[in-house]
Structures are given as structure tokens and as C-alpha cells.
């Protein structure tokens, strides 16, 4: 039954990164990988909610592993953060790819450690 549901909740965040990263596009342009930033740090949120409610209130495994694994980890995306920052330095756009790096990995750590902490409250 987990397999399933990782496929599913795999399926899902799949599509709703794709959403995400479609929507932001077309309101903010291709210049800056927003959309990418904005799945990468909710993402990192949800995935500490997550975690921190699991560990307070308990939680079967399988569900934190269908959550956590399929859902957000088809919805987070390092490789496309990675891509990313990759083609702004290939392009000569050092200043913005280092600060792809910096803001990404701050805001995500801040976003899950804060996850974390919302989902011991209560």
C-alpha cells in the first residue's frame, strides 16, 4: 500500500511543482529562477510541518513516507536549483547564480527549521 501511495503523492507533486513553476513564470519572467526558490522553500516548510507533527503527535511511518518522500520530494527540486544556477553562470550571471545559492539554501533551512518548530507547537 505505501507503494502506491508513493506513486500517487509522487504524481501529484510532480504536477504541482509543475503548476507552481508555470504560474510564476508567467508573472515574473524566465530573468530569475523564482518558481524554483518558491517550491524549494515551501517545500522545505511543509516537509518540517511535517516532521515536527509526525514527532509530537505521532504519525504511522508509512504516511510520513508517502508525504514526505512522494508528495514533496516530487515537489522540491535540488536538480532544477542546480540547473539553474548553473546556465546563470554559464551566461555570465555570476552575482545572480551565487545569489541563487545563498538566498536558496538560507530561506530553505529557515523555512524547514521554522516547519519544524510550528509542528511541535501543538
Given at each position: 500500500m505505501t507503494l502506491l501511495g508513493l506513486l500517487l503523492a509522487g504524481a501529484c507533486g510532480?504536477?504541482?511543482r509543475y503548476g507552481v513553476e508555470l504560474h510564476?513564470?508567467?508573472?515574473?519572467?524566465?530573468?530569475f529562477?523564482?518558481?524554483t526558490l518558491l517550491i524549494n522553500v515551501s517545500g522545505s516548510f511543509a516537509l518540517g510541518l511535517l516532521v515536527g507533527l509526525a514527532e509530537h503527535h505521532g504519525a504511522r511511518a508509512g504516511v510520513v513516507t508517502v508525504l514526505g518522500t512522494g508528495l514533496l520530494g516530487?515537489?522540491?527540486?535540488?536538480?532544477?536549483?542546480?540547473y539553474d544556477t548553473l546556465v546563470m553562470a554559464r551566461h555570465g550571471r555570476t552575482g545572480a547564480a551565487m545569489a541563487n545559492v545563498g538566498v536558496s539554501?538560507?530561506?530553505?533551512?529557515?523555512?524547514a527549521a521554522l516547519g519544524l518548530a510550528v509542528g511541535h507547537l501543538g
Open positions: 510532480a504536477l504541482m510564476v513564470r508567467r508573472r515574473r519572467g524566465p530573468s529562477p523564482f518558481g516530487s515537489y522540491t527540486t535540488f536538480s532544477t536549483f542546480t539554501v538560507a530561506m530553505a533551512l529557515g523555512a
